[in-house]
Nanobody, 115 residues
Framework: QVQLVESGGGLVQPGGSLRLSCEASTNIANADVLAWGRQAPGKERALVATISYGRDTGYSETVKGRFTIDRDNAKNIVYLQMNSLQIEDTGIYYC?????????WGQGTQVTVSS
């Protein structure tokens, strides 16, 4: 069973930054897709950033230019650097991993942007 453990969430003021980490219990080097999803209050979970096996990245329009996803295959960690945070970025952030065996979500970490 693959486990994904997120960390790095917290309370931050608008305009601030946070870096989320997701540690995987499996070798992520061969993962087809690694991603971060966000579930805002009262809304469904949606992907905000993805990174492929070939390190191609993609971002939702709401975070493009502010968030950066990266992966460290040697440490089996996926990162999400979040800059210029806005109140609308508040939510639970989940790590996602997809392989040929299936897909997995972490338990999530809370990010609250508030003054």
């Amino acid at each position: 069973q693959v486990q994904l453990v997120e960390s790095g969430g917290g309370l931050v003021q608008p305009g601030g930054s946070l870096r989320l980490s997701c540690e995987a219990s499996t070798n992520i080097a061969n993962a087809d897709v690694l991603a971060w999803g966000r579930q805002a209050p009262g809304k469904e979970r949606a992907l905000v950033a993805t990174i492929s096996y070939g390190r191609d990245t993609g971002y939702s329009e709401t975070v493009k230019g502010r968030f950066t996803i990266d992966r460290d295959n040697a440490k089996n960690i996926v990162y999400l650097q979040m800059n210029s945070l806005q109140i609308e970025d508040t939510g639970i952030y989940y790590c996602y991993l997809q392989t040929t065996r299936g897909f997995y979500w972490g338990q999530g970490t809370q990010v609250t942007v508030s003054s």
